[in-house]
């Protein structure tokens, strides 16, 4: 895809869940791909590389510690994390920073239902954190469909949408703009 007529998609379904002293962020998107495809999506450096907002120097498809490192145009910073739970292809989960993401992959009649859990300390970040997935998400999809964006991190987000998309999240969560 021409990245300069890339545009976010709609917004997915997205809430919170209590979990102890934090709060899931739980967003859930439908992809036209089997879970195989999105696992691999999800946990191969090389194309986690191509959508998420951190690089992995290592497969996160098996338990273990791993290097996340977060990428924000020529800044990145290292973060020590540890793949938890590594179920192919229907559950994944990790430490990122001091958060904890779960990866639920359901198959569907058409492809799967991705169902991400962010664990986070601070509630008025949701909506921040739901616009970065969602724009990083995005590009996930068409890089499945064989339509590369190419990675949208950091500050770069805000030429893509990210504001409009923290707005609507914001609401529908309903919390407060900072």
């Given at each position: 895809?021409?990245?300069?007529?890339?545009?976010?998609g709609?917004?997915?379904?997205?809430?919170?869940?209590?979990?102890?002293d934090?709060?899931?962020?739980?967003?859930?998107r439908?992809?036209?791909?089997?879970?195989?495809?999105v696992?691999?999506?999800?946990?191969?450096?090389?194309?986690?590389?191509?959508?998420?907002p951190?690089?992995?120097?290592?497969?996160?498809g098996?338990p273990?510690?791993?290097?996340?490192?977060?990428?924000?145009g020529?800044?990145s910073?290292?973060?020590?994390?540890?793949?938890?739970?590594a179920?192919?292809?229907?559950?994944?989960?990790?430490?990122?920073?001091?958060?904890?993401l779960r990866?639920?992959?359901a198959?569907?009649?058409?492809?799967?239902?991705?169902?991400?859990r962010?664990?986070?300390a601070?509630?008025?970040?949701?909506?921040?954190?739901a616009?970065?997935w969602?724009?990083?998400?995005?590009?996930?999809?068409?890089l499945?469909d064989?339509?590369?964006?190419?990675?949208?991190?950091?500050?770069e987000?805000?030429?893509?949408?990210w504001?409009?998309?923290?707005?609507?999240?914001?609401?529908?969560?309903?919390?407060p703009?900072?």
């Amino acid at each position: 895809m021409d990245r300069d007529k890339f545009r976010p998609g709609p917004l997915a379904e997205v809430g919170w869940e209590p979990a102890g002293d934090r709060w899931d962020l739980v967003l859930v998107r439908y992809l036209r791909h089997p879970p195989h495809r999105v696992w691999a999506a999800l946990t191969e450096p090389d194309r986690l590389a191509q959508w998420a907002p951190f690089l992995a120097d290592r497969d996160l498809g098996t338990p273990g510690g791993v290097t996340l490192r977060t990428i924000d145009g020529d800044q990145s910073w290292p973060d020590a994390a540890t793949v938890r739970r590594a179920e192919r292809p229907t559950l994944l989960e990790y430490t990122w920073g001091d958060g904890l993401l779960r990866w639920e992959l359901a198959e569907t009649p058409t492809g799967t239902r991705l169902t991400l859990r962010h664990r986070i300390a601070d509630p008025t970040l949701g909506a921040s954190m739901a616009a970065g997935w969602h724009l990083c998400l995005d590009v996930a999809g068409h890089l499945l469909d064989g339509d590369p964006v190419g990675p949208i991190r950091g500050a770069e987000a805000k030429e893509f949408g990210w504001a409009e998309l923290r707005t609507a999240y914001a609401e529908r969560l309903d919390q407060p703009e900072s």
